[in-house]
């Protein structure tokens, strides 16, 4: 199983070590930015709320 070059996951060319894992700025910048909207696309993955919402459920369910 031989690998070949490291290749860009944005355009799939041959990366450049000080630019690793992308080929250039411009390919990091673009996967950064992708990544940055993925988050910003969820607006709370805080498990502390996560788990009061979760309670708050609970305690709307069961009468007492
Ligand atoms: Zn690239």
New binding site residues.
Partial sequence: MTQPANK?P??K?ETLPEHRP???KR?ADVDLGKWLSGAYAIPSDDPEDAEDILRGIADHDRPH
């Fill in positions: 860009c944005i355009c060319r992308f080929c250039s390919c």
